[in-house]
Each structure stands twice: as structure tokens, then as C-alpha cells.
């Protein structure tokens, strides 16, 4: 069982920045893959970015390519999503995932049935 808690979003201007964190709970982080997604008003939920239980590859969504960072902290059992460059359209609530798959492809992992655990999300705001 692992347990996921998101921090860091709030209202941010467009250009700005914010990281947001996933605290995972358990000792086992290190064998678990992260994602993040999010889902604005009225829309479904998207895939925004994903990283390997060993940190060396990383997949994103074709709209935060460039603007957004995932990475994670195993010793910390923390995953970040560093984000840059905000746009108003990134507003959305932000969720953290964890997958126990070793699923190849970005295809994969950009969808939320690969992932079995999820955070109850944080809100991110972007003005114009």
C-alpha cells in the first residue's frame, strides 16, 4: 500500500513558476514509478509527466514539454514536478501517481490505468 500526498500548488502568475511535491509513504518507494496529472474544470483527467522507479527516464505530455521537470528523490520518498514558464491553461488540479508496472513506451505511462495508487491532488492556478 502506498499512500501519496501532493504539496506546492497555489495562484501563480502566467510566466511564473511553481514546483509542486508528492511525499510517498512506505519503504518501497525506490521499486514504484511516479506520474503526475491533472484535470482542469470541466475537462478529463491528462497525463502531464512520468519518471521511472530508477530516475534515469522520464516521458511528458507534448503541451509541457520543455516548460516542465519531473524528478524524484528516493531517499526522500518525494516526487517533484518543477514547473516553468506557466500558462493559464496549465490551471487544473495536480495529481501524483504510483505504478508498480515496468511497462515500456510513453504510451504506457501517459495513461492513469497503469497507475495503482493516487494522491488526492493540489490546485494549481495560473492568471493571466
Known amino acids: 500500500q502506498v499512500q501519496l500526498v501532493e504539496s506546492g500548488g497555489g495562484l501563480v502568475q502566467a510566466g511564473g513558476s511553481l514546483r509542486l511535491s508528492c511525499a510517498a509513504s512506505?519503504?518501497?518507494?525506490?521499486?514504484?514509478?511516479m506520474g503526475w496529472f491533472r484535470q482542469a474544470p470541466g475537462k478529463g483527467r491528462e497525463f502531464v509527466a512520468a519518471?521511472?522507479?530508477?530516475?534515469?527516464?522520464?516521458y511528458y505530455a507534448d503541451s509541457v514539454k520543455g516548460r516542465f521537470t519531473i524528478s524524484r528523490d528516493n531517499a526522500e520518498n518525494t516526487v517533484y514536478l518543477h514547473m516553468n514558464s506557466l500558462k493559464p491553461e496549465d490551471t487544473a488540479i495536480y495529481y501524483c501517481?504510483?505504478?508498480?508496472?515496468?511497462?515500456?513506451?510513453?504510451?504506457?505511462?501517459?495513461?492513469?490505468?497503469?497507475?495503482?495508487?493516487w494522491g488526492q491532488g493540489t490546485q494549481v492556478t495560473v492568471s493571466s
Open positions: 501517481a504510483a505504478t508498480s508496472s515496468r511497462a515500456l513506451g510513453a504510451s504506457a505511462w501517459s495513461s492513469g490505468g497503469l497507475y495503482n495508487y
Open positions: 512506505g519503504r518501497t518507494f525506490s521499486s514504484y514509478g
Open positions: 519518471i521511472r522507479s530508477s530516475g534515469e527516464t522520464s
